[in-house]
């Protein structure tokens, strides 16, 4: 069998440097018709095919990195996606983009793609329970990041939002206007998402209140089918609390449809706070207020996590970095109901 | 140099069927632990690496397409990926999904993902104007259909949204509503989704007000910043016309986001339609009216023509194909402010 040809060969036949041809296939250089052409047809006639083995930058850095995240419908994971997409195209790097649908298997089969090197590293994201057999591979495979959420057990760098006190900051709004009596509408309950922005909560209720706030915790998914079934769950129980913390923009749009299309007046009935605020949520009745995901710089960290981490020295490895969160407050908040009554 | 192991090596290896493997790299099979595990072990043992030109499911369908798009950032796009990523998933198909940025370079660059066979195919949206280069480069590859916007010059299936009927139903309601002087705000001239709309609008008027009906053309781009310039123009011409048409989600974002913060009312002092309609539209201060892309029926469709097209029957290939749109009606249209005054 004949050795396959080269980056090298293809750039002798065209004329050309081999880092010519790097950039023009990552797509971080343009050439003139005549220069592109005459490349091209070098790549044909010998046959050329890329070597993922060999798909290197200069300076050892790879040219593709991978991308694994659990649903592209969900706006916070497509924002996350273009963040990251832009940060790489600073970088001349580009971006193998897999959508999991949450299911192990694929999850799986996307690891694989380092160990196959296909790509040269993975930025991560997962939203089920694992039970450390993700956690396993990851650990076998390396050069992966972890973002959004944890995989218990992986010791690779791992990148979150601040949960806990994006819930603090909810939780402190909420009872400067009076809210002592909480519904939290988490996901599951093993994220950490969930359980960091209820502590989250509790702490900036139960700084103001002490023993007297009350959180009731509803658990789901971070849908919009979640979210409806959650408002359902609130006006079956007959309004059990003043206020509501929707812990995702996709929960807190189905909950609002369902709240409107009962009649039920935000923030005259009921105040609601979101998390997320990556839709336009500034355009809603009444303009929502929301704890904003930083999802910039969550994309441009967990590529220099991934660029900048020293994967030959796996005792350096594992560290858990927080990015900081903010509270974006618009007119969805009022003191509760009852308290209005009374001044009335 | 020795031939490289195949997927026939790593079965025999591992006792388990050449299919079995296959699926489970594709993801479409969930083994027990212990079998996977010999598979595994298989495959690294031998050093094994799945082989694009090998890459092949039964029946000789390829088991990886590929997906190009401009932009994640968008909803239309994040949703109609998604619509692509579930029915490809029913299908037992990976996707590999790559965003442009609209730029020449990376489209080019995606395109020859088929000439190198990492992929079977293309399902590929742009949304810049050609000047004949990537026609031609998808003539010379074949394999590739095209989605939401054309590519003129291209002779491979096309799938479009019926853009004229979305036009027209928008201009036919607020026709009814009695509105004459409408302003359009469109995308990029050369684009059919702009053209088109255009028309439709246009027709939609006509058909009940003949030369009394009168259209401004705004152009711009698909974006919130367009939308935002848009509504500052209109503004600065001092309200040119008793309705807008926001030919996209996001121009109708940045649009009303700018009039509500001038104090312009929406229906009350100017009627907007809004067009995409896969963002929270519902929940808008008023719920805005809109034609709605019928984004699963495009994503579902666009893979069937990928797969069921004969490609060694050229003179079959090009046709377009349009999927029909509707008007979702909500709040955001109402007779003209002159003609409430007159009213009144």
């Given amino acids: 069998m004949a050795k396959a040809p080269g980056l090298k060969d293809v750039a002798k036949a065209a004329g050309v440097s081999v880092a010519t041809i790097s950039r023009l296939l990552n797509g971080s250089l343009v050439l003139p018709d005549e220069t592109r052409k005459r490349i091209e047809t070098a790549i044909r006639d010998l046959g050329y095919v890329p070597n993922p083995h060999a798909r290197r ?174 408002a359902r769950r609130f006006l079956d129980e007959k309004l059990p609390a003043t206020a509501i913390f929707a812990s995702s923009d996709e929960i807190a749009i189905g909950l609002i449809e369902v709240l409107y299309s009962e009649g039920v007046s935000i923030p005259d009935r009921v105040s609601v706070v979101g998390f997320d605020d990556v839709g336009p949520l500034h355009l809603f009745t009444p303009p929502l207020t929301a704890v904003r995901q930083p999802v910039r710089a969550i994309g441009a960290r967990s590529l220099s996590l991934l660029l900048q981490t020293d994967w030959q020295q796996p005792e350096t490895l594992e560290r858990e970095e927080l990015l900081p969160v903010e509270i974006v407050v618009r007119s969805s908040v009022a003191p509760p109901a009852i308290e209005k009554k009374r001044r009335s």
Same sequence: chains 1, 2.
Avoid: W
């Fill in 57 to 230: 930058l200069s300076r050892g850095r790879s040219d593709m990195i991978g991308l694994v995240i659990p649903d592209i419908a969900n706006p916070f994971f497509a924002m996350l996606v273009a963040a990251i997409e832009e940060e790489a195209d600073k970088l001349g790097l580009a971006v193998s983009l897999n959508a999991t649908l949450n299911r192990p298997g694929r999850e799986m089969k996307y690891l694989g793609l380092i160990e196959h090197h296909h790509v040269d590293g993975l930025i991560f994201v997962t939203n089920h329970p694992d039970d450390g057999e993700l956690a396993g591979l990851i650990n076998r495979t390396g050069k992966v990041v972890i973002v959004d959420e944890d995989v218990p057990g992986a010791m690779v760098p791992k990148l979150f939002c601040d949960n806990h006190q994006g819930g603090y900051l909810a939780g402190k709004h909420l009872a400067e206007f009076g809210h002592k009596k909480v519904v939290f509408v988490g996901g599951p309950d093993e994220m950490i998402s969930t359980t960091r922005r209820h502590a989250g909560l509790e702490q900036g209720l139960r700084e103001r209140f002490g023993e007297e706030a009350e959180i009731k915790r509803y658990r789901g998914e971070y849908t919009v089918t979640a979210g409806r079934h959650a």
